[in-house]
């Protein structure tokens, strides 16, 4: 077994240490093999639980849970060749990993029993299951608990006591150097993964696999954090940054020829449109600190200007322009907006410049519904929006036709999606250079402390206008493309909140969920808001419900977003060195003077 000499504490469920380790590898073993035996005897329930003999559905999502938890339990008994999937020798990923496979369990049990009126059409194989997924998890909540520090505290509540069993420890000693080969070798193993798990979510049919599938990532996402792999992982991507980036477009390019049909490329494209005008937004909010709650508007300032010059049929001014020069235009028109509006608003701070951006975006709306021949001119038919759209041709390329690839036929989002990837990859560019300039650490020196940047002769007013304008050129660039994807642009894409996005709700969620001022926060936190809604169809009316919840779980506990980068983390966490000097006491200051008199 492996030795730790950190101080430790009981556990949770007061167990010795021996049998609880025990009881996960015994629950973690057992989970497994439950998976091979039929759970319903009905196949009303979706997933085909009904076989013995191989997994199915959401048996399948609690295998990979239980065999992982088998990989840690041997990992933590010291099996030559796994010591390296626990760098941080701590037991938090087992009980992450045990609580991750209890839920996917019991939610399949519960699911069967609701919809199908009764635990009278549960197998034995789910009995077993959840028997097993139990006993693997009191054996985790008796693992003892490692001291953060060595601080042996009794913890003050349950919530404390849970999160020092979860809590992150650094690695026991440093990582191994590895040759150059094996550290790019292992940056593609890890984007061809998360290709597979991407795809695999994207793919599911059916609602309860989607929600097992959230759960047994979340659980296992935070177990490999916990377990110091992806520190390790991250800080090998950061040593290889441009390598890095290079495979995940790769990656992403290789989503739409892993799928049969377009029924799944188009939730892909939309994404990326939707991922690609929050890492816009993120330049004005991460990096500039401007709360902009009317971005969505430069997407649609960008969609109607492309919409205008594509050739439509229900096009006011009867033109065509080529594809380049319609992306163009679109980010030309957003940027002429973003300086007009800016110019007079941005000496505004805080939540005044919010308000006078959410009324530009609602000032945007109503005055396209209003542009219809009626209460105006007859320039976008109103509520009936510019359609029409078509498809683009460029190069000999129809992106409205199918075309073979060898490997599957790629339908006509496929195309789009392509397209947009390589949209994607400029936004990124843009931003990482951006961020990266004097100018980017100027927006940043902004953000933090306006008042200071200003009297360190940073003109704050010229520069906010450059982010304020850059982020709207992203957002007209983005709405190109969208225009052509959607075949038609009407008033109601462009709302502050609705049901679909994007709008700006969704929008600055997105900023928020991933973590602002970073690169991928955004990508993720766009994906995953545009993604749960698309899976989960029940959610359809109770999606700003959930959303506010889940700003209020993020606050709380993770402020900094699902992707940090150091200073965030610094900010949002306490840390081990004293912000304010140590204030001596009269009696230290008289004991100090007589050693000096000494």
């Keep these: 077994m492996t030795t730790d000499t ?4 009981q556990g949770i469920i007061p167990l010795q240490e021996k049998t609880a380790r025990a009881l996960v590898a015994i629950g973690g073993a057992a989970t497994a093999v439950s998976t091979f035996l039929a759970w319903t005897w ?85 009995y077993v299951a959840a028997a097993a997924s139990l006993v693997a998890l009191v054996g985790a909540l008796g693992l003892p608990i490692r001291g953060d520090s060595g601080d042996l505290t009794a913890p003050a509540n349950a ?80 040593k290889h940054r441009n390598v890095t980036i290079a495979a995940a477009f790769t990656a992403a390019a290789g989503f739409p020829f892993t799928q049969n049909n377009d029924a799944y490329t188009s939730v892909g494209v939309n994404i990326l449109v939707f991922a690609t005008v929050a890492l816009g937004l993120n330049v004005v909010v991460g990096l500039a600190g401007l709360l902009d709650l009317g971005y969505v508007a430069f997407l649609g300032v960008g969609a109607y200007t492309a919409a205008l010059v594509s050739g439509s049929t229900s096009s006011a001014l009867g033109i065509q322009f080529p594809f380049w020069a319609a992306a163009l235009a679109g980010a030309a028109a957003s940027l002429v907006f973003g300086v007009l509006i800016g110019a007079p608003t941005l000496r505004l701070r805080g939540d005044y410049l919010a308000i006078v951006t959410l009324g530009f975006g609602e000032i945007f709306r109503i005055t396209m519904n209003n542009l219809n021949g009626t209460t105006g001119p007859d320039i976008t038919n109103g509520p009936n929006g510019i359609s029409n759209v078509p498809d683009l041709d460029m190069f000999g390329f129809n992106f409205g036709e199918s075309h073979e690839t060898g490997i599957n036929s790629l339908g006509r989002f496929g195309n789009y999606y392509l397209l947009m990837l390589l949209f994607t990859a400029i936004v990124v560019i843009v931003f990482r250079r951006a961020g990266e300039s004097r100018i980017g650490r100027a927006w940043v020196a902004i953000r933090e402390d306006e008042t200071a940047a200003t009297a360190m002769g940073i003109n704050g007013f010229r520069l906010k206008l450059m982010a304020f304008a850059l982020g ?41 969920l991933g973590g602002m001022g970073t690169v991928s926060g955004p990508l993720i936190g766009a994906s995953l808001l545009y993604l749960i809604p698309v899976k989960l169809q029940f959610m359809h009316d ?57």
């Design 542 to 598: 109770y999606q700003l419900l959930l959303f506010g919840l889940a700003l209020i779980l993020l606050m709380r506990f993770r402020p900094e977003g699902l992707v940090v980068n150091r200073r965030s983390k610094l900010e949002y966490h306490e840390t081990d060195q004293l912000a304010v000097p140590k204030q001596l006491t009269l009696a230290d200051a008289n004991v100090d003077s007589s050693k000096a008199g000494a």
């Design 472 to 512: 709207a050129s992203l957002a007209g660039l983005a709405g190109a493309v969208q225009a052509h994807v959607t075949y038609s642009v009407t008033p109601d894409q462009f709302e502050f909140a609705g049901t679909a996005p994007p709008n700006s709700a969704f929008l600055l969620a997105a900023v928020i």
């Design 159 to 238: 919530w404390e006591t849970f999160r020092r069993a979860i809590a992150a420890a650094p690695p026991r000693k440093p990582a191994r150097t590895l040759p150059s080969w094996a550290e790019l070798l292992l940056i593609v193993v890890a984007f061809g993964i998360g290709l597979y798990v991407f795809t695999y979510g994207i793919d599911t049919a059916y609602a309860e696999l989607f929600v097992g599938f959230l759960i047994i990532v979340a659980f296992g996402f935070a177990a490999l954090t916990k377990s110091g792999l992806i520190a390790r992982l991250t800080t090998i991507t950061t």
């Design 6 to 9: 950190t101080p430790r504490q």
């Design 42 to 126: 009905t196949s009303e329930f979706p997933g085909d639980l009904t076989v013995t003999g191989y997994p199915g559905g959401l048996q399948v999502l609690a295998l990979v849970g239980a065999l992982l938890t088998v990989l840690f339990t041997a990992a933590s008994y010291g099996v030559r060749g796994l010591r390296w999937l626990n760098p941080a020798g701590t037991d938090s990923p087992l009980l992450l990993l045990t609580l991750g496979v209890f839920g996917v369990v019991w939610y399949t049990v519960a699911s069967i029993t609701v919809e199908l009126n009764g635990a009278v059409n549960l197998e034995p194989g789910a």
